[in-house]
């Protein structure tokens, strides 16, 4: 399948543990932000959101906190299996407009 | 209960040549964004359609257009190929603003 990510920042961790992908938004009109896993071959897949008014959000061995003062976004996800290697993109849309914008991805090593 | 569906999943065309990508968004879903992903990058947003109007375009030329139909379907066009057009084109639906996005699984253009 195709290889995404070849250059991205990498974050490697021990099956079991729990992982912290953090990021960085650029923009603090954004009133809603979003995590997205993408595998090699596929499209992006929603993982978790969170709007402006909170600052944590839990889901399914994730959790998403966010920092509006300092403009900051993190994924966490616990107990961290094979099937979570992927690449994660932190993503947030402007109060007033529609378009959703990307950040660069994080690529997510789980070592057996 | 489909996704997000896009048609081809592979295509090879010269430079110069149009192409016309398909996406069929996910049931229940009125919004249609159209993303380009280059290789180790996030996704680039393109344009998004609703009610069968664009609503709000990226910073792509003139060269890339589309559409959307009443059933809520859409395509890419794009015109005048550059071999910088070789990327991976994202189709994602959603319910509405501040929803997350399903994506498809992509089609990889590849202009020569």
């Known amino acids: 399948g195709e290889s995404v990510g070849l250059h991205l920042p990498t974050l490697s961790v021990q099956e079991g543990d729990n992982s912290i992908i953090n990021c960085a938004y650029s923009n603090s009109a954004s009133d809603y932000f979003i995590w997205y896993k993408q595998e090699s071959g596929k499209g992006p897949q929603f993982i978790i959101d969170?709007?402006?008014?909170?600052d944590k959000r839990q889901g399914q061995r994730v959790t998403v906190l966010l920092n509006k003062t300092v403009k900051h976004l993190s994924l966490q996800i616990a107990a961290t299996q094979p099937g979570d290697s992927a690449v994660y993109f932190c993503a947030e849309n402007r109060a007033g407009g529609f378009k959703t914008i990307f950040g660069a991805g994080t690529r997510l090593f789980v070592k057996a | 209960d489909a996704g997000v569906t896009q048609s081809p999943t592979h295509l090879i065309k010269t430079r110069g040549q149009q192409v016309t990508l398909r996406c069929s968004p996910k049931s229940g879903h009125d919004t249609v964004s159209w993303y380009q992903q280059a290789l180790g990058q996030g996704p680039q947003f393109i344009f998004q359609y609703y009610e069968e109007e664009e609503r709000q375009r990226g910073n792509f030329p003139d060269r890339f257009s589309g559409h959307q139909f009443p059933n809520y379907s859409s395509e890419l066009n794009v015109n005048a190929l550059l071999l910088g057009d070789s990327a991976l084109y994202l189709c994602a639906s959603s319910a509405g603003i501040n929803y997350g996005y399903t994506f498809g699984s992509g089609t990889r253009l590849t202009v020569v």
């Open positions: 969170i709007r402006s008014n909170m």
